[in-house]
């Protein structure tokens, strides 16, 4: 399984921005899936989480209501969507998948990771 993450760039505070991660592997509708950040100097914490049918989703409590996380089988996607950007949302963004319809939050618990790609948010 192979995770390819992208749609990041460098935008203005309040500003919008769609990340996409497209999944190789036949097994892509049955994985659940998140998003997890990392700013420079910190630790890399999940931003949303969806489960293997979209029908349960998570977000983390700085982005909710302003981010959301969807996914389309047919595409073998998944993608966040991100509203109202903040300077503090400037972080390298990675997609994460795991082998369980379930939801999770924690890095431990996704075993498929994608390469990163940057989001960086001009005040």
């Known amino acids: 399984v192979q995770l390819q993450a992208s749609g990041g760039g460098l935008v203005q505070a309040g500003d919008s921005l769609r990340l996409s991660c497209a999944v190789s592997g036949r097994t892509f509708s049955s994985y659940a899936m998140a998003w997890f950040r990392q700013a420079p100097r910190k630790a890399r914490d999940v931003v949303a989480a969806i489960s293997w049918n979209g029908d349960i989703t998570y977000y983390a409590d700085f982005v909710k209501g302003r981010f959301t996380i969807s996914r389309d089988h047919a595409k073998n996607t998944v993608y966040l969507q991100m509203n109202s950007l903040k300077p503090e949302d400037t972080a390298v963004y990675y997609c994460?998948?795991?082998?369980?319809?379930?939801?999770?939050?924690?890095?431990?618990?996704?075993?498929?990771w994608g390469q990163g790609t940057l989001v960086t948010v001009s005040s």
């Open positions: 994460a998948g795991r082998d369980s319809r379930d939801i999770a939050t924690r890095l431990d618990d996704y075993g498929y």
